[in-house]
């Protein structure tokens, strides 16, 4: 633990022993700071006596999913695993019944056996701190105005001569008046118990309308609050479902902003951080395993925000090379034959060693030396079925510093049996899901079909044997407006083509990438009705 600098915010003396105190109870676990997990595995690196400068991922996530305010349902999850984050300032902190060993496993899943965590005791939505360095205090501090969590805080141990305090928010949504009420006390709290000498961190769901509501202005005494701010891929820095609002944040001292740096993920770079929406990110395999509908999951309301910080080594050894796998990561299917790019992560590597196992345990090279800045190499995937697969990453120099994926892939035939169903031309109901699609629907043999009522859908499948482009045309006899879309089957949520002009016939093309089955919707535009003739062609398509 460093000492405290001469320089303190006031009335810091009498309050100090409550938090050293937590540090002899050394247990992991609900309402305490500190616990004792095993080393983490996220990546593999030398250590020298150097000092060298230290990375630093901060996020604010309050992304639960699903009807209990909880991460049960595993989309939050997938983020968390996908995007690495050091440090999360937490919210909603539900997993399973809530007792210290479900919390423990919730942590050791989405970040890893070596995370520390601290959660608010007596909270119905608790607030809390995840972190990759030790938590040597903690505590909540009473948000006088809402009754079901407080203000969450740590203050971590990270490398270097300085430590780290977060503070874990969740503001009330009952208006503007009432958070800058809170914004005020959690103020008092910071001046009163926080050296002004080390880095403070506020980050959560602060439910604020705008970036110029009076809580932001409050809180610019004892952080930065202004841009440039973090952005998703479309460069859209709101973080509400809608993607209209500026619900959360990650907002730290000037000392801390002094350090911020661009957040790099494989090979994607966002200068002044990211808000982490999957429906919109590409390519998605940078954070593997999240998939595209994780953000948009039932009763998701936030998105994730990170910021990343490039702190200065101190009187700590430091790693002076490591190297991480992005992609694949575990979870992937990959079709035999096909181009992929793996990606990686690397500091104070030149070139990496690039490695495949489909055993687990033989390993083939793919490259014996590749420039580690490049971040990725293109990969002809191996024609090797398999579920077991695996990428190693190594510093070609040292093959100490090496990773391999987390989790084992798999490998696809490259060419799988055709679909054996019989070939349809008539729609029959009940046809309104995927899971109860007509099919199969053959490359150039029209079906017709009817939506007799105002919320009538018709779902339809269809095979691809081979890569290519495929058009879909819906006709409609008359003036009736009918749309159609297109899906995959890895996501029958998520649209990947559409036609939904008012044009007659209404029709579009997809280039589908990998074999498979493929969905097309029909619906009515604003509950139209109407026979129709659907038709989908393309080479790849199974006749």
């Not at 702190?311 to 990561?329: I, K, Q």
């Not at 992937?332 to 181009?339: I, L, N, R, V, Y």
């Amino acid at each position: 633990m460093h000492q405290f600098p001469p320089s303190k915010r006031a009335a810091f003396g009498s309050w100090l022993l409550v938090p050293l105190l937590t540090l002899v109870l050394a247990a992991c676990g609900e309402g305490s700071s500190v616990d004792s997990p095993e080393p983490t595995r996220d990546s593999v690196s030398s250590s020298g006596a150097s000092l060298t400068e230290v990375r630093v991922r901060l996020m604010a996530a309050n992304i639960t999913s699903g009807n209990s305010q909880s991460y049960d349902p595993g989309h939050g999850t997938r983020i968390f695993q996908g995007t690495k984050p050091d440090v999360v300032m937490i919210q909603e902190f539900n997993y399973g019944n809530n007792s210290a060993t479900a919390i423990r496993g919730f942590v050791d899943e989405a970040f890893g056996t070596g995370f520390y965590y601290y959660r608010e005791s007596g909270a119905q939505i608790p607030n809390g701190v995840i972190s990759r360095w030790p938590i040597i205090a903690s505590g909540e501090w009473t948000d006088p105005y809402v009754s079901n969590r407080d203000f969450a805080w740590a203050r971590i141990d990270i490398p270097g001569p300085k430590d780290l305090w977060v503070v874990s928010v969740h503001l009330l949504t009952s208006g503007s008046s009432v958070r800058n009420s809170e914004a005020n006390s959690l103020v008092n709290y910071v001046k009163a118990n926080i050296p002004a000498g080390d880095y403070l961190a506020i980050g959560g769901d602060f439910n604020t309308d705008s970036r110029s509501e009076s809580c932001l202005s409050t809180f610019s005494q004892v952080v930065t609050t202004s841009g440039p701010h973090p952005a998703d891929r479309n460069n859209n820095t709101n973080t509400n479902a809608g993607r209209s609002k500026p619900y959360d944040h990650v907002l730290v001292d000037a000392d801390l902003r002094a350090y911020q740096t661009a957040t790099v993920i494989g090979s994607s770079s966002f200068s002044a951080g990211l808000v982490v929406d999957t429906r919109v990110y590409s390519p998605l395999s940078e954070i593997s395993p999240a998939l595209s509908g994780d953000s948009g999951a039932s009763n998701m309301q936030h998105m994730a925000v990170i910021k990343d910080f490039l702190l200065p080594g101190g009187d700590e050894p430091t790693p002076v090379g490591s190297v991480m796998v992005v992609a694949p990561n575990g979870g992937e299917s990959w079709t035999a034959g096909s181009s992929r790019s793996l990606t990686w992560t690397a500091s104070n590597v030149s070139n990496v060693k690039l490695e495949y196992t489909t055993d687990g345990s033989t390993w083939n090279v793919i490259s014996a030396s590749t420039p580690a800045s490049a971040g990725s190499y293109t990969w002809t995937v191996p024609d090797t079925v398999t579920t077991a697969a695996k990428v190693r990453v190594s510093d070609a120099g040292n093959a100490a510093v090496t990773d391999s994926s987390d989790a084992a892939f798999s490998i696809t035939s490259s060419t799988p049996p055709p679909d054996s169903s019989t070939v349809i031309t008539k729609e029959t109901e009940n046809n309104d899901t995927a899971a109860t699609a007509n099919g199969r629907v053959a490359a150039g043999t029209s079906v017709s079909g009817t939506l007799s009522t105002s919320t009538d859908v018709d779902w339809f499948k269809f095979t691809v044997t081979t890569p290519g482009t495929v058009t879909v045309k819906l006709v409609m006899p008359g003036v009736a407006d009918l749309d159609w879309y297109l899906y995959t089957a890895d996501d029958v949520n998520l649209y990947a083509a559409r036609g939904y002009s008012s044009s007659n016939p209404e029709v579009g093309s997809y280039s589908a990438s990998t074999v498979g089955t493929y969905y097309v919707k029909v619906v009515g535009y604003a509950g139209a009705m109407s026979s129709y003739t659907l038709t989908v062609t393309g080479a790849g398509v199974q006749p």
